[in-house]
């Protein structure tokens, strides 16, 4: 897919919205608050970006 190569903006922007709605998820379940939930799937979302950039994550081809 176009600009999807390991570490663009757009494969860190989807790596971050998966984070974000994982940990969303889960933050939820586990505390029982959006808030904490919501708190938890932005910096989960936020690390992830962050070694997406720096290539560690490599796509299975």
């Known amino acids: 897919m176009a600009g999807m190569e390991p570490g663009s903006?757009?494969?860190?922007?989807w790596y971050f919205f998966v984070a974000l709605i994982a940990g969303t998820v889960f933050g939820f379940y586990e505390f029982g608050n959006l808030f904490y939930g919501i708190a938890l799937g932005v910096i989960v979302g936020l690390i992830v970006a962050v070694i997406a950039k720096m290539k560690i994550i490599r796509p299975v081809t």
């Open 9 to 13: 903006p757009m494969r860190c922007l």
